[in-house]
């Protein structure tokens, strides 16, 4: 997990007003006062897609609807970590949460 946090760091650099935060078990990338990604759970990540883009990041490699205690969270996905092993991968995700 340690790993994947170093790398949405990186990620990140260059970006203003981030800061990191423990929340929902999760280490949680906070950018402009806003939850974007979270890394935790199985070594996943946990994406803020918002609702327009929900759907369509359902479609993506190892995504599946983000649940909280068993419901579902409307504009959220969990990111499978086996599908995060490329730079581009995990730019593709930050970069969508950074969009909403």
Do not use: I, N
Not at 11 to 27: K, N, P, S
Not at 29 to 43: D, N, Q, S, Y
Not at 76 to 84: G, R
């Amino acid at each position: 997990m340690e790993e994947l946090e170093d790398r949405v760091r990186a990620t990140l650099a260059g970006h203003e007003d981030v800061r990191e935060v423990r929340m929902f078990g999760y280490r949680c990338f906070m950018v402009g006062e806003k939850l974007r990604v979270g890394v935790g759970g199985a070594g996943g990540l946990l994406v803020r897609t918002g609702p327009e883009r929900y759907q369509e990041a359902l479609g993506w490699p190892g995504a599946r609807p983000a649940l909280m205690k068993d419901r579902p969270m409307p504009g959220w996905v969990d990111v499978d970590a086996a599908t995060l092993g490329t730079v581009e991968a995990l730019r593709r995700w930050v970069g969508l949460s950074l969009e909403q």
